[in-house]
């Protein structure tokens, strides 16, 4: 958590490039005195002539043997114009280990401090570079794993979902205000906003936040990867699929039942999207104690997936849809996506009408392959439709919401709009409607930082990496 007590005129620095040998490192410098300190520790222009955006060959000499340390690529950011809002300098040096660590040496003993955990991109927020919803996502397009996951951040970052808040927000006021100035004359019984009014703009507003509510499902699944669940009874070739999709022996493989007893991830990037597949141990009735921790964990795993692959071992089939199919063909697969493999199709013994006497049960959607996963027979076509069904889940309008945060926001505010909109209806006093209004805007200046506290930066940048 950051330190409360730092001081925002401070000078810091830190480095922005990931730790470890390179071909080059860049350390960051921003504040008040950036180019007074980076003068004592420089030789090369006068950075006094230089212009902001632009970049100076030099050297960066070491305080206690007066000899360069390195030569490096200064590029100057004179303030406001710059990330922070203040004077910064970028640093862009030989990447060795020993040159990163004694450079940042070099500059706190020149007058910096050494910068915390997002230092730099909190200072943008406050100098109103960027929002706080901005800020988030300037720390997701840093982790983007796929993308479609650097997509999305990359809207966020440019102020789409800031843009549609600060709309609402606006909604808002005005609708507060009018509500506000009716109390200011509460004792001449003036109305100044037509009921009718208010309450068509509060359905147009829930309308709006509702929908960003529900882009949540695909903007978390884009961001942290889609979660989809291999089950089927035991040596069903769950694993043996896992590997295939992977090409890669992920997981351990053997023809005893119940060699999976724990879930195991992996994750995959189709079509830009990430993937997290997810082997399960086999659902089957079984006295074991480990076995059943194995499957509870399986039916944990059903129930936070999106997509669910049900391998069925197609020389086994009644021992292969008995058990699992009171755990998968339940009510809440109807907000899923089902894939269905009839396994084995290698083997002399495999029986496809076994899926006939499924079909009745399944959702009219259900894809259904014949496959050897052993074989690697029709894998291909298994990733292919896997990419379908990932792309129908993730398919988002122009704005969707990807942060936990920002959708409990969400949440909250509909439910106080809620509350003015059932107000409005029955005509409780403008008092109590404004009350509950207050709390709409609250909740929706949380996301942008227009209303926030000392804990929730802290709790925010906290998560952020030190040069950023």
Sequence with gaps: MLNHNINPDDTICAIS??????????????????????????????????????????????????????????????????FTGQDVAEIACHGSTFIQQRLLEVLIHAGARLATAGEFTRRAVMAGRLDLAQAEAVADLINAHSQRAAQLALSQLRGQLSQRLNNLHDQLIHFAALLELELDFSEEDVEFADRGQLLELARNIDTEISRLIQSFQAGNAIRNGLPIAIVGAPNAGKSTLLNALLADQRALVSNIAGTTRDTIEDTLTINGILLRLIDTAGLHHTTDTIESLGIQRTQETIQRAQIIIWVIDGTAPAQSTQQA????????????????????????????????????????????????????????????????????????????????????????????????????????????????????????????????????????????????
């Design 17 to 82: 490039t990931p730790t470890g040998i390179g071909g080059i490192a860049v350390a960051r410098v921003s504040g008040p005195d950036t180019f007074q300190i980076i003068d004592r520790c420089w030789k090369g222009i006068n950075l006094s002539e230089t212009h902001s955006h632009t970049a100076h060959l030099g050297h960066i000499i070491d305080h206690e043997t007066n000899q360069p340390l390195d030569q490096v690529v200064l590029t100057i950011y004179r303030g406001p114009h710059s």
């Design 325 to 468: 199919r009171q755990h998968i063909l339940t009510p809440d697969l109807s907000e899923k996506k089902l894939l269905i493999l009839c396994n084995k199709s290698d083997h002399p013994d495999f029986h496809p009408e076994i899926i006939n006497a499924l079909r009745s049960e399944l959702p009219q959607d259900t894809e259904i392959l014949h496959i050897s996963a052993h074989n690697n027979d029709h894998i291909l076509q298994v990733a292919q439709t896997i990419a379908t069904l990932a792309e129908q889940l993730t398919t988002t309008a122009d704005v969707a919401v990807a942060n936990a945060r920002h959708h409990e926001a969400l949440v909250a505010a509909r439910q106080s709009l809620e509350r003015v909109i059932e107000a409005l209806q029955t005509g409780i006093s403008a008092d109590l409607v404004a009350l509950d209004l207050r709390q709409v805007t609250y909740h929706l200046g949380q996301i942008t930082g227009q209303i926030t506290t000392e804990t929730i930066l802290s709790e925010i940048f906290a998560k952020f990496c030190i040069g950023k």
